[in-house]
């Protein structure tokens, strides 16, 4: 309905804005300050991210009740992704914010999402512009597999700082008497991590070929 696409893009537009904020953000610090910039990213731009990604649960929701046609689980697996690195990992330990992986995560993220939004926001209108449609269904193939790995290389440096700290682990008093040691926990997530990207870029394909099929661009062009 006239509603609910008129709702849409004003979520794409808030998620345009915020995105576009931390992208130019990161690229004015960068050139104004060179790598020094990079150890205080999150400092600078973590509120507005986590804000970002707080924001992006609503998508899961969206697809739920049917206003997006997307394909819920590989969503909820990028959504679920981002937010347990930034606001467990990342967020949790500030030795790890820091560190330049937290600057290329960003830099990835940020860099998908202001193409994405700014295809979604066009597409809500009806234009489909061939360059931005091809980019959008282009670009996350190969930058997505990086940010896996950004986030894999996150993890692996928090590892230390979780053993070292005990954040997140928990001993159960009797008559239980085992404790949950999350350095485990992430290392298992790790594996899952990985097992996910495969599924995901399996969709991208699926959805690139779907919307950069002949007959579509033709459709699209008329």
Known sequence: SFTMNTYLFVYDLMQFCGHSWIFTNMIIRFMSFGKDSLADTFYSIGLVMRL??????????????????????????QITERIIVLFVVINS????????VVCALFFLWNLLDVVRYTYNMLARTGIYYLPLTWLNFSLCIPL?????????FAICVSLP??????TYSIKLPFPFAFSIY???????????????MCFIIQNLFSERRAHLGTGNIKKKRS
């Open 52 to 77: 970002c990604q707080l924001l992006s649960v609503l998508e899961i929701l969206h697809i739920l009740v049917g206003i997006d046609k997307s394909r819920l689980f590989p969503r909820f697996l």
């Open 93 to 100: 330990q500030e030795e790890v914010q820091g560190k330049y």
């Open 144 to 152: 997505y597999p990086l940010s896996v790995l950004a986030k894999a």
């Open 161 to 166: 700082y979780f053993e070292s700290l005990g």
């Open 182 to 196: 999350f350095p485990y926990i992430l290392k298992i997530y790790l594996l899952v991590l990985f097992i996910g």
